[in-house]
């Protein structure tokens, strides 16, 4: 199966989001692994989960740790395919550099629109990992309810510049958008002259 060149895998936590897209990369061909999560060494649990990451990846594969600028790494041409894992932990990092938390939604929007756009102008595959967050309760917090929002935005615009767009749920993937054929703008005849 020939890779799509834009994949969106969404998921919820603990959903086997991050092992599907890394399954769908075929490994003859170079990979490079945009990890997005920030280490914090005071957070335990985080540094196990990061940990367990790095563990699971092949040591053949380039890792580039915690880019601040996802989309400017994204633009740097590479001989294989990428995954980004994932698009959530990028964003949190993206609020949390321009100390958006408080300040009206839409401030990230430069940062975002980069983003999509650096994927809509990728010229080698890339798998972006990312949270389906829109089924869950609306948050209690408005920092809560701010990362929900712009996730969900993000991902409406990430979808539509994806070629596929796959959904895991309890480690089975549902495909939600595959590449389309181009097909002809007119129908041929076949039926012969009427």
């Keep these: 199966m020939t890779l799509p060149l834009r994949t969106l895998v969404l998921g919820g936590t603990r959903s ?19 990890a997005t999560g920030r280490l914090d060494p005071t957070d335990a649990d985080w540094v196990e989960r990061i940990d367990a990451h790095r563990r699971r990846r092949p040591s053949h594969w380039t890792t580039v740790e915690s880019p601040a600028n996802l989309a400017q790494a994204l633009s740097a041409e590479i001989g294989g395919a990428t995954i ?23 401030t990230i929007t430069p940062a975002t629109d980069a983003l999509v ?15 389906e967050v829109g089924w869950g309760v609306v948050p209690a917090t408005r920092s809560g309810r701010l990362f929900q929002d712009e996730m969900g935005t993000l991902n409406r615009q990430l979808a539509t510049v994806c ?19 181009h097909a002809p703008t007119t129908v041929p005849d076949t039926d012969g002259p009427s």
């Design 16 to 34: 086997g989001k991050s092992a599907f897209a890394e399954a769908l990369v075929d490994g003859s061909h170079p990979v490079r692994y945009v």
């Design 84 to 106: 980004v894992d994932d698009v959530g932990t990028w964003l949190t990092g993206a609020l949390d550099d321009r100390q958006a938390w408080d300040l009206p939604r839409g």
């Design 117 to 131: 756009q650096a994927v809509a102008h990728c010229t080698t595959p890339v798998v972006l990992v990312s949270p």
């Design 163 to 181: 070629d596929s767009v796959v959904l895991v749920v309890a480690g089975l993937p549902l495909t939600l958008k595959t590449p389309t054929l």
